[in-house]
């Protein structure tokens, strides 16, 4: 069965760093692209970034542009999402999602359960 | 950067049919997909490029998309559509993937 598991949330101070990862099984990962989406609490979903099959090609939102950085393990199976200098606006849950295709562009087709960060002092 | 609007709350009784809509410039150009989120879970995507449904979803869903605005709609719906549904859409000008801001339907 296909499966994506987030993990590495938890309470950070701001101007603090963390890594998430994504756990993907039940699929060959390197095939497809994947993104992270986030929720803060009693919001909508905002995409975050994303990465294709191969790592080669990344884009970001502007709210994380220059302080995150997406990367993905193929023989791992697994995604990370490297947060530096973290802002209270950071705090939410964060997603993984797989793109079915091998491109950048189509729908999410399956999600994780999410990850929850907290940016408080 | 590319926007999209949603109404933020539709309300029908048990039975009816529901409509929500995504608006957006040139919407009509883009492929949409629409997502459903019930409280504490992960979106599930419930249809693709403007009108397919993954398997699993039930008929009951269905999608359009044209001009400047792309619509979900729930033909009798249940207690249990009871969630909040978003529309995406890629905008290839920005390289951004952008989310509406969600709807939430309540079923009376």
């Known amino acids: 069965q296909v499966h994506l598991v987030e993990s590495g949330g938890g309470v950070v101070q701001p101007g603090r760093s963390l890594r998430l990862s994504c756990a993907a099984s039940?699929?060959?990962?390197?095939?497809?692209?994947i993104h992270w989406v986030r929720q803060a609490p009693g919001k909508g979903l905002e995409w975050v970034a994303v990465?294709?099959?191969?790592?080669?090609?990344?884009y970001y939102a502007d709210s994380v542009r220059g302080r995150v950085t997406i990367s993905r393990d193929n023989f791992g199976s697994t995604l990370h999402l490297d947060m530096h200098m973290l802002r209270s606006e950071d705090t939410a849950m964060y997603f993984c999602?797989?793109?079915?295709?091998?491109?950048?562009?189509?729908?999410?087709?399956?999600w994780g359960q999410g990850t929850m960060v907290v940016v408080s002092s | 950067s590319y926007v999209l609007t949603q109404p933020p709350s539709v309300s029908l009784a048990h039975g009816q049919t529901a409509m929500i809509t995504c608006k957006g410039d040139?919407?009509?150009?883009?492929?949409v997909h629409w997502y459903q989120q019930r409280p504490g879970q992960a979106p599930v995507l419930v249809v693709y490029?403007?009108?397919d449904r993954p398997s699993g979803i039930p008929e009951r869903f269905s999608g359009s998309n044209s001009g400047k605005a792309a619509t979900l709609t729930i033909s009798s719906v249940e207690a249990g559509d009871e969630a909040d549904y978003y529309c995406?859409?890629?905008?290839?000008?920005?390289?951004?993937?952008?989310f509406g801001g969600g709807t939430k339907l309540s079923v009376l």
């Open positions: 999602a797989r793109d079915p295709s091998g491109s950048l562009y189509d729908e999410l087709d399956v």
């Open positions: 039940g699929f060959t990962f390197s095939s497809f692209a």
């Open positions: 990465t294709s099959v191969d790592g080669a090609e990344t």
């Open positions: 040139h919407l009509g150009s883009k492929n």
């Open positions: 490029d403007d009108s």
């Open positions: 995406q859409v890629w905008d290839h000008s920005s390289d951004h993937w952008v």
